[in-house]
């Protein structure tokens, strides 16, 4: 499948959908295959789907194996939220569950190029809290990999990763459209408390390692003091909760979590300017190292006023990928020209997005 991502205003009629649209209860509105139409997208943005799937001319060779949220299925997704709703019950059985969506998630991750999280997950409103759980502890197997971790504890972060927000569950304000700096004072402690929720929802879990209970307890600490909920600093911290504390930061960044959204490589930027700071130095090279600046299917301008769309990432130089030149056309949509890789073309880098 030829396969990119648009932003739900940027639909003009033409485009042809790639992966199915689904409302907060699971039913499909829009299939795949479908030539989308203007007038969707007041209904579309209504219902929280800013983003969409399209196949078209200028996509192709950009397969969808190329892009991490296929590791991130909705039946993973679902038995994910399925486990965690019924986790104040947890027996033996919703344990090995838990480690069986573990384990799919990582094998989906590790099966992918040297450098893959190009960031191109659609979420809708309802499904968001489990999805970025998902997407964080899919981060956060790839760099505990990348940084030398064994398979088994890496697999104890991401158990981690997967529960470090569930403690929301129990926060009276909802997790989407709050940004945490501009809400009201109690607004903004109910919603710090979730990390306490959560653990004291794991805190007797004795199947649950401390490692991972002290993700979801820590996570928004940062290593100057500056993070909550005990302002603790760096040395408090143990490892793997920095990591995780990365990888939290970033998705919250991208995917507008508590805070205005940021494009991708905005929110890398800020993550290497924190390194030292807020985050732990070694952490934020290993993660910037693991992340695609510019994700696969993205159309991005280049300094000399050029546009090209990224179809392959450049395992050695995460931000110079491969790209394939575009113009517009007489109806103001896109054609191809030539293919550039950057890592060959030095005098020319990115400057901006269009997302």
């Known amino acids: 499948m030829r396969v990119r991502r648009i932003q739900t205003e940027q639909i003009t009629g033409k485009e042809v959908l790639a992966k199915d649209i689904y409302s907060s209860n699971g039913v499909v509105l829009i299939s795949e295959g479908t030539v989308l139409k203007r007038n969707y ?7 929280k789907i800013t983003d969409v799937f399209v196949e078209d001319e200028i996509s192709r060779d950009i397969s969808a194996t190329d892009i991490t949220e296929e590791a991130i299925s909705v039946q993973c997704t679902d038995r994910l939220r399925e486990t965690i709703e019924r986790f104040s019950y947890t027996t033996e059985e919703e344990m090995e ?12 991750v590790l099966m992918q190029e040297e450098v893959i999280y190009t960031i191109s997950n659609v979420r809708n409103h309802s499904q968001s ?12 197997i790839l760099v505990a990999v990348r940084a030398g971790y064994s398979r088994e504890q890496a697999k104890d972060i991401a158990i981690g990763a997967l529960l470090h927000d569930i403690g929301f569950g129990d926060v009276k304000i909802p997790y989407k459209d709050v940004i945490l700096d501009e809400a009201k004072e109690d607004d903004a402690k109910e919603i710090k408390r979730h990390v306490v929720y959560g653990y004291i929802e794991v ?5 649950l390692s ?20 005990f302002h603790l600093p760096g040395e408090k911290l143990k490892p793997e909760v920095r990591l995780v504390m990365i990888c939290d930061a970033f998705d919250n960044m991208v995917y507008g979590n508590l805070e205005r959204r940021k494009k991708v490589y905005e929110a890398l930027d800020e993550i290497v300017k924190n390194g030292g700071i807020k985050f732990d130095t070694e952490m934020v090279k290993i993660f910037v190292r693991s992340v695609a600046a510019y994700p696969t299917g993205i159309i991005v301008v280049l300094n000399n006023g050029e546009q090209g769309i990224v179809i392959r990432q450049n395992a050695e130089a995460p931000t110079r990928p491969l790209l394939r030149m575009l113009e517009k056309d007489n109806n103001d949509g896109w054609k191809s020209k030539e293919e550039l890789d950057l890592s060959e073309e030095l005098t020319l880098f990115i400057v901006d997005t269009i997302e």
Do not use: F
């Open 41 to 47: 997208i007041d209904k579309l943005l209504e219902l």
């Open 203 to 207: 805190e007797q879990q004795n199947w």
């Open 210 to 229: 401390q490692v991972a209970k002290e993700i979801i307890l820590y996570h928004h600490e940062r290593m100057d003091r500056s993070g909550y909920p």
């Open 129 to 140: 809290l489990y999805e970025h759980m998902l997407s964080v502890a899919s981060l956060a």
């Open 97 to 108: 569950e838990l480690s069986a969506v573990t384990t799919e998630l990582m094998e989906g």
